[in-house]
């Protein structure tokens, strides 16, 4: 195992397209999140998954925004009628254990929404 | 809320050691972490404390924790020019499942 995997890494979409991402994240791990992160800042949470339960969502996460895990192990992540304050690097991270010390990130998808 | 704060911009001579700064607000935080990230790439975790700890040693890495003064320090000992990235700042409060991340620092490593 590579470590998390993200598809694609770069996507360009025009305003008002739908656009989908997929994490695939350590095997095993039963804890999958979802960051956003725009150019100059730290990443900000999104949304977080145990196992194929979606358990927290920010406030970030707007009604055009959905995450699904359904057989507890890939994720996707939905943008509908993307913006172009959507445009940004979108990170996926899964955690190994109950306590879940630590997360480990995928190389991230990045979104230019023209 | 909870609120991480970094200088942006560090820069260091190699073969020095580097020390990046970060203060924290949440009072309840119960790990404090550092993560690396290069041009282009996703984050990777350097380390960690446990928020009991004051310190912590990895090789030429060193984590100094007040959690009195709610202040982390990452120093990286003989600073190599594979070192220059941006370093985040990280803590997840008591019964948290997600990160609270600062605005990272922008480490250049000068030959």
């Known amino acids: 195992d590579t470590g998390v995997s993200q598809d694609p890494r770069h996507k360009i979409t025009k305003r008002g397209q739908n656009v989908t991402f997929r994490c695939d994240p350590i095997?095993?791990?039963?804890?999958l999140y979802w960051y956003r992160q725009t150019l100059g800042q730290g990443p900000e949470f999104l949304t977080y998954?145990?196992?194929?339960?979606?358990?927290?969502k920010s406030r970030l996460l707007s009604d055009r925004f959905s995450a699904e895990r359904p057989k507890g192990s890939f994720s996707t992540l939905e943008i509908q009628r993307t913006e172009q304050g959507d445009s940004a690097m979108y990170l996926c991270?899964?955690?190994?254990?109950?306590?879940?010390?630590?997360?480990?990130f995928g190389q991230g998808t990045r979104l230019t929404v023209v | 809320g909870e609120d991480v704060e970094q200088s942006l911009f560090l820069s260091v001579r190699e073969g020095d050691s580097s020390v990046i700064n970060c203060t924290y607000t949440?009072?309840?935080?119960?790990?404090l972490y550092w993560y690396k990230q290069e041009p282009g790439a996703g984050l990777q975790l350097l380390t960690y404390?446990?928020?009991?700890?004051d310190m912590k040693q990895d090789q030429r890495l060193t984590v100094l924790l007040n959690k009195k003064d709610k202040h982390l320090s990452l120093r990286i000992a003989d600073t190599q020019t594979g070192d220059s990235a941006i370093y985040f700042c990280?803590?997840?409060?008591?019964?948290?499942?997600?990160?609270?991340f600062g605005t990272g620092t922008r480490l250049t490593v000068i030959p």
């Open positions: 991270a899964s955690s190994p254990r109950q306590v879940n010390t630590e997360a480990f």
């Open positions: 095997s095993e791990h039963n804890r």
């Open positions: 998954f145990q196992n194929e339960a979606q358990l927290e």
């Open positions: 949440d009072s309840s935080s119960t790990y």
């Open positions: 404390i446990f928020s009991n700890m």
């Open positions: 990280a803590e997840k409060g008591s019964g948290a499942n997600n990160l609270f």
